[in-house]
């Protein structure tokens, strides 16, 4: 026998009893994003290395140790999509759709990153982004913001989960804290674990995003970047926490929110959670004002956000929040005897042509009556109709309800879409 051959480890398939949690899940979130008037874009998932090298920044986890890059035929060197926004900018960029003009669009798709797979945290994973273009008031991350709120509130998470933002206030403004920071940490370089070492000249503020509890004590005596804002960053620091409080989002301030890519500046956001262990981030986004410009286009700006949908199935899963999923098939067609087959399959046409929204299954690959009603009862239909030969004599069909206690009746096959559309309307 053939050596069996396996998915790729942090592969995984979506096999079709997880299926339905996803596809609810899909379909809550096109339609909150359809409700703010955001536009669908759609990006190859194989891009040049240079949009990633340039955007998320070459000293990065995600550059240097994640990315799945390799050579083409022409010696081109791909990648593999890590993240969502890079690419988003490049086909907006290269598109037309950004210059002296507004943009609100969404996606959603797989990513890839070659890390250690985990619960939640895989090598191919799905997000679901948005990114807005051309607006650089603080009205439109606020609205970005509220989005994210609305879509936990529609999905029944919105007492799980909590919101934290920061400011890093202006490029210039970062420069100077980046100095003042890097002068506290090389007098602390004694406390620094390695990999705070090798970051504090590279991409200093992501020490201050530390899992080491020890260090952290250390850098509750850092300068804070709050003191070093730009008057323009902390009016529209201000603005967002004021937009936020009139629409009753609840939020925490946290100046060690700095986000993992080189690419941000002024507002950034996370939605956490303490329900999915250490990895408890669930969103994050914030503002990139100079990312367009940084990957060729003029100088446009931007926000938005990326969640990790894997994560959120988990999420639902633990708060028993997916146990009333709408079963694959609603009506099963059951039929024995001669010309039995041929008026069941027309049967079932004729419904789906007038209830479009019902899903029937005819049963296929004969057997006895015990057998096909076996097969109707798991495949979770709420009714079966039978077709047998004393039935398409009389041009009748037997209703048998599958999951109630209620009598079977016969009724006209010429009733038979009538007679489901009340039932299901219900």
């Not at 948005?130 to 991350?141: K, N, R, Y």
């Not at 020890?214 to 804070?224: E, H, T």
């Not at 201000?238 to 629409?247: E, F, G, V, Y």
């Not at 100079?290 to 990957?295: A, K, N, S, Y």
Request: hydrophobic residues 40%.
């Amino acid at each position: 026998m053939a050596k069996q051959i396996q998915a790729i480890r942090g592969m995984n398939d979506c096999l079709p009893d997880q299926t339905p949690a996803w596809q609810m899940l899909e379909s809550v979130i096109r339609n909150t994003v359809a409700s703010y008037g955001y536009s669908e874009i759609r990006m190859p998932v194989v891009e040049s290395t240079d949009l990633f090298k340039r955007s998320i920044g070459e000293v990065t986890d995600i550059v240097e140790k994640e990315m799945y890059t390799f050579d083409d035929r022409n010696g081109d060197s791909l990648t593999l999509r890590p993240e969502g926004t890079a690419s988003c900018v490049r086909a907006a960029n290269q598109n037309g759709l950004l210059y002296n003009q507004e943009q609100r669009l969404w996606y959603m798709g797989p990513m890839f990153r070659h890390e250690r797979p985990q619960k939640g945290r895989y090598r191919q994973f799905h997000q679901f982004g948005v990114e807005a273009f051309g607006l650089a008031t603080a009205d439109i991350d606020a609205e970005i913001i509220q989005l994210s709120a609305r879509l936990w509130k529609q999905l029944g998470l919105a007492e799980h989960v909590r919101l934290e933002i920061n400011s890093l206030g202006s490029n210039q403004a970062r420069a100077v804290y980046r100095d003042a920071l890097v002068a506290f940490l090389e007098a602390n370089i004694e406390h620094l674990d390695e990999d705070s070492k090798r970051r504090m000249h590279t991409n200093p503020l992501r020490v201050l995003d530390t899992k080491n509890e020890s260090l952290k004590v250390i850098l509750q005596d850092a300068p804070r970047l709050s003191e070093y804002l730009d008057q323009e960053s902390q009016e529209q620091f201000k603005l967002l926490c004021q937009l936020l409080d009139s629409a009753g989002i609840a939020y925490q301030i946290n100046e060690s929110l700095v986000r993992g890519l080189d690419y941000y500046n002024r507002t950034v956001f996370e939605w956490v959670t303490d329900s999915l262990g250490a990895q408890g981030t669930v969103c994050a986004g914030g503002r990139y004002d100079g990312l367009v410009e940084q990957l060729g286009g003029k100088a446009t700006p931007g926000v938005g956000f990326a969640l990790g949908m894997e994560r959120l199935v988990l999420l639902l899963e633990h708060f028993e929040l997916l146990e009333n999923l709408p079963k694959p098939v609603d009506v099963y067609v059951i039929y024995s005897g001669e010309g039995t087959q041929t008026a069941a399959f027309a049967l079932a046409e004729q419904i789906r042509d007038n209830l479009l929204s019902l899903r029937v299954m005819v049963h296929c690959g004969g057997g006895n009556f015990k057998k096909l009603f076996k097969k109707a009862d798991r495949s979770g239909a709420k009714v079966a109709l039978v077709i047998a030969e004393d039935e398409l004599s009389k041009q009748q069909v037997t209703i048998k309800y599958l999951r109630e206690e209620q009598a079977q009746q016969s009724i006209e096959m010429s009733s038979v879409s009538e007679y489901l559309e009340t039932l299901f309307s219900k």
